[in-house]
């Protein structure tokens, strides 16, 4: 056995699992989107065992804000876990609004400027990993393409005592190009 052996097997070992830091993309579906905080919890990624699944469904939850804001808020709560939504990030979020509802949407498969952001079915949310997603202990920062940006926008989720992956800081809801319905030279 070399020198090093034993730290290649470490290594090696270590790149099966979260934390490695490579340049995977994760596609979440979901097969059927939840009508209330009770469905939304019952989904299969609410179990937030993993970052990606946690990203996406912080993309669902941000979806409900235009038709129902306190439930958005609580989606959201509970994606926080032990953590709080704080004052600011609700205002930040109403602010986000003001101008514009199709922002989240746009995260989704098939959701482009040209189809109003209108996501195709299956509903997926493809979230990505690269190098340094996992530079901080205990932290992950995933990506994830809007149909409507030119680079990808970043979650950054916290791993809990629990095991869970919750939400820590969202980076999701800055301006991409209008809807082409909403522009009067398309």
């Known amino acids: 056995m070399g020198l090093f052996d034993n730290i290649k097997n470490k290594v090696n070992e270590g790149a099966s699992g979260f934390g490695v830091g490579s ?75 003001m101008d514009s509802d199709y922002v989240p949407r746009s995260y989704f498969k098939g959701a482009s400027p040209q189809n109003d952001y209108l996501p195709s079915e299956p509903y997926t949310i493809a979230v990505s990993e690269n ?5 901080d202990q205990g932290y992950a920062k995933l990506y994830l393409k809007s149909g409507g940006a030119d680079s990808p926008r970043a979650v950054q989720l916290r791993l809990a005592k629990d095991g869970k992956w919750y939400l820590w800081e969202q980076f999701l809801l800055a301006g991409i190009r209008a809807p082409e319905s909403s522009n009067p030279w398309a």
């Open 23 to 97: 340049n995977k993309t994760v596609e979440v579906v979901f097969e059927r989107l939840p009508e209330n905080l009770d469905e939304f919890k019952a989904l299969p990624q609410a179990a937030l065992a993993n970052p990606f699944d946690s990203a996406a469904m912080t993309v669902l939850a941000l979806c409900f804000y235009p038709q129902d804001k306190e439930l958005c808020y609580q989606m959201l709560e509970f994606l926080k876990g032990p953590g709080d939504l704080s004052t600011y990030e609700r205002q930040f979020i109403r602010d986000r609004f």
């Open 131 to 135: 190098p340094y997603s996992y530079q």
